[in-house]
């Protein structure tokens, strides 16, 4: 073996047992963050569970939040943390649960306070929590609509020292105030640095005046705000000419709903930008509106802007960034490169250098058509990443109607799509025309994210291939706004199923060494067309996965409300288990006591077809020996 290729070989071995992040010795490994760690990986170091004997998991115990003759609302979106034995989760009605991670058995429940405000469509929304814990503190900080509760961790009680009588308001401290009707609220939880808590919020992104999406940080001790960063910037600021002058004060939106990360050691945060207000007509923001759409990385102590890379030129798709980025290290051009992998809905995976944002691969600015609504001054040209491939079919035309029957396919054809705008990416959205948005609104990539497998290179997530389309109509008089949409729509046949021709939802594989994709799988299954000797279709899905040393990857969010174990090799299915309601959040998987267990949550609602009762949490492991 010639000497070069050997130190290749040596500096990727020594470079892929640095990422990887074991348990500490004589401590069992725990998912303590969001996205298991503060890089995001969504990864465990945990082997007991294995591709071999993944098939003999059984329920170890489940916990129902939904309260007896309770009407549920919205669905359970969280990802729990475990922190010394303890899991705590949000569960229905936004309390906040600790329960033994071993049996469920709950220790306490936090309800929190409800200011009844109820302005956000987010009301009934919280995808975590947060732990903190310094020499004498140890806090959970959950996000409840427009509140961040503080609660002793030992006691689960308020801590009335924080804030305003254990909480911050998030619609309070925007440097602008807010509108009548607009609305600020807290769904997925922040991230801690030091002694900051770092907080992402949702916005409104309709036609009319929505609420700004700064990010801030808090101190964990007091609630006091340390720092902000406008996402829309004043007057003076760093992008504040690519708005409409009054943009800062007016514009909404351009906020952080999917989550973010943290690199320690360097003191830098990490997150992606939504789309500016209104999503789907900008003529109010002229220009480039920055950070919108934005990979951002601030100072973690200070909130100073280092870099930005812009996914999205002034948006008109709601192609939103939906989930924390992937910190993760690569081998390119023959060394380590520490790097940022942001999924995004667009289809694409933007890698981009950790500590300058420069891309690793070559993204081409190339021209796309222009807006023929009035007012709208649609960005010129768009970036398209080279490497690596899109993982997200990014067309949807005349040749790729699905055809699952004679009589569906002619319905399509004649009926449904007779008069739709196929439309290439970035084609601007028309008036009074219905026009395909491909990857839609909920992606390709959503705010499940992805899955790092450090010592592999390997890059795992699930995603949606279902067009979406849009029409714009002439606003109401009296309204305030000249243009909106006529809903979010989703082409289908008179059976429900999506007018492109499978798969509807897959997991898929990357090599981010390679930036080539490895396997690509469906994700969830019509058992009626199964039936019928159709392959596998996979289903819409808005949950995510986890991949573990085991080889093993675990999947959520499809609309068959089945919980799925895959091989991290090839995407073959291993294993399966039904759960009682849509699985629409990410898995976590921890160890306590020398055994591995996998935990899920599950919701009585779903985006179609409706699910059963079941509102809570399942966890999984092997038998005992």
């Not at 573990?548 to 090839?570: E, H, I, M, W």
């Amino acid at each position: 073996m010639p000497a070069r290729r050997r130190e290749f070989l040596k500096t990727a071995a020594a470079f892929a047992a640095a990422q990887a992040l074991p348990a500490q010795a004589g401590k069992p490994w725990e998912w303590r963050s969001y996205a298991a760690d503060p890089h995001s990986s969504h990864y465990a170091p945990l082997d007991q569970i294995t591709a071999d004997n993944v098939a003999g998991l059984e329920v170890a115990w489940e916990l129902e939040t939904l309260p007896a003759n309770t009407r549920a609302i919205g669905m359970i979106e969280c990802t729990p943390i475990v922190i010394d034995g303890v899991m705590y989760v949000s569960g229905y009605g936004l309390h906040t649960h600790a329960v033994e991670a071993h049996t469920g058995k709950t220790i306490w429940t936090n309800e929190g306070f409800d200011s009844g405000r109820r302005r956000t469509s987010a009301a009934g929304v919280s995808r975590g929590v947060v732990h903190w814990k310094d020499g004498r503190e140890d806090r959970i900080f959950a996000p409840v609509r427009e509140h961040i509760f503080a609660i002793d961790r030992a006691t689960g009680k308020l801590i009335d020292s924080f804030g305003e009588g254990g909480a911050i308001d998030v619609e309070k401290e925007l440097d602008r105030p807010l509108g009548e009707g607009e609305s600020v609220a807290s769904t997925t939880p922040g991230v801690v640095f030091e002694d900051l808590l770092i907080v992402p919020t949702r916005n409104g992104e309709g036609p009319s005046k929505s609420s700004p999406g700064p990010i801030r940080a808090y101190d964990c001790r007091t609630g006091k705000r340390r720092w902000i960063f406008h996402t829309i910037p004043h007057p003076g600021e760093f992008g504040y000419e690519t708005w409409s002058p009054d943009s800062w004060k007016e514009s909404g939106g351009t906020n952080c709903w999917g989550g973010m990360s943290v690199d320690h050691e360097r003191g830098l945060v990490f997150f992606g930008l939504g789309s500016p207000a209104f999503d789907f007509w900008g003529g109010r923001r002229k220009g480039q509106n920055l950070f919108g759409n934005c990979v951002v990385c601030l100072d973690a102590r200070t909130g100073e802007r280092k870099w930005h890379y812009q996914t999205v030129h002034h948006d008109l798709w709601d192609y939103d960034i939906p989930c924390p980025p992937n910190l993760v290290t690569v081998m390119h051009n023959g060394r380590p490169r520490d790097a940022v992998a942001q999924v995004a809905k667009t289809g694409w995976v933007y890698l981009l250098d950790r500590e300058t944002g420069e891309p690793l691969y070559p993204i081409e600015e190339r021209p796309v058509p222009a807006s023929t609504v009035p007012g709208e001054e649609a960005w010129p040209t768009q970036p398209f990443p080279t490497h690596p491939p899109a993982f997200s079919r990014q067309y949807f035309g005349p040749g790729d109607v699905a055809n699952l029957s004679p009589e569906s396919h002619e319905y399509l054809v004649n009926e449904r799509l007779k008069d739709i705008v196929f439309a290439r990416m970035f084609t601007p959205p028309r008036l009074d025309q219905e026009v395909i948005c491909y990857p839609g609104y909920h992606g390709g990539g959503l705010w499940g994210g992805a899955a790092w497998r450090a010592d592999e290179g390997v890059l795992y997530l699930t995603h949606n291939e279902i067009p979406w389309s849009l029409k714009l109509v002439r606003a109401p008089e009296g309204s305030g706004y000249p243009f909106e949409h006529t809903g979010y729509l989703r082409p289908e046949d008179k059976d429900g199923y999506p007018a492109i021709s499978p798969p509807w939802g897959r997991i898929s594989a990357i090599n981010l060494n390679s930036g080539k994709i490895l396997w690509q799988a469906p994700h969830g299954e019509y058992k009626e067309l199964t039936e019928k000797g159709i392959p596998r279709t996979g289903t819409y899905n808005r949950g995510g996965l986890v991949a573990t040393k085991g080889g093993v990857l675990f999947a959520s969010g499809t609309l068959d409300n089945v919980f799925r174990a895959y091989s991290q090799k090839d995407g073959k299915p291993l294993w399966e288990y039904e759960l009682g309601g849509g699985g629409y959040a990410t898995p976590a998987t921890y160890e306590v006591d020398g055994r591995q267990y996998v935990v899920v949550a599950s919701s009585p609602r779903s985006d179609a077809r409706g699910t059963g009762p079941k509102a809570g949490f399942t966890a999984f492991a092997l038998p005992r020996q």
